[in-house]
């Protein structure tokens, strides 16, 4: 990484994870496996709330990572 943002360039936030091999997020068996995109060797199942939860947790995160960056800077969470 050279420091630097890259926009994403895909339809979906999960397709642009799966194609630059960070994540995948897959539909099976009643559920959702979430892995890792480099060689495939780690994943989780999830049920239909647990993946519901984990959205929500990734916008309660958001929304504290904005409030983090309008504090002054010798302030943490």
Not at 62 to 72: F, G, I, L, V, W
């Amino acid at each position: 990484m050279n420091g630097k943002l890259q926009p994403v360039e895909y339809d979906t936030l999960i397709e642009a994870l799966d194609n630059q091999r960070v994540m995948t997020v897959e539909a099976k068996e009643g559920g959702f496996e979430i892995g890792e995109a480099c060689d495939n060797y780690f994943s989780v199942r999830l049920t239909p709330d647990q993946l519901r939860a984990l959205g929500e947790e990734l916008i309660a995160f958001a929304h504290a990572s904005n409030a983090a960056d309008q504090r002054p800077a010798d302030k943490k969470l």
